[in-house]
């Protein structure tokens, strides 16, 4: 069974940085996170492939920056310059939509 752990989430004032993480119990071609917030659908924040080649949603162009490393088969979201909207539950995603989740972890940016 694939599994993936997060961690990395919390309270953070606007403008702070975070960092999320990811392990996966398997080596997975492409991973990426996504979020939700409270009445809006999930949403693909940023993937990256086990080349990595990026994508990112153009509202964290600039401030966010995905990484992985392929070894030991984690990925890492780095977020800064975090903005209220930010606010969502954070998934670890491996092979897009139809693929594998982490449970979540939680992001408020509030001051």
């Known amino acids: 069974q694939v599994q993936l752990v997060e961690s990395g989430g919390g309270l953070v004032q606007p403008g702070g940085s975070l960092r999320l993480s990811c392990a996966a119990s398997v080596s997975i071609y492409v991973m990426g996170w996504y979020r939700q917030a409270p009445g809006k659908q999930r949403e693909l924040v940023a993937s990256i492939s086990i080349s990595g080649n990026t994508n990112y949603a153009d509202s964290v162009k600039g401030r966010f920056t995905i990484s992985r490393d392929n070894a030991k088969k984690t990925v890492h979201l780095q977020m800064n310059s975090l903005k209220p909207e930010d606010t969502a539950v954070y998934y670890c995603?491996?092979?897009?939509?139809?693929?594998?989740w982490g449970q979540g972890t939680q992001v408020t940016v509030s001051s």
């Open positions: 995603n491996g092979g897009g939509m139809s693929g594998y």
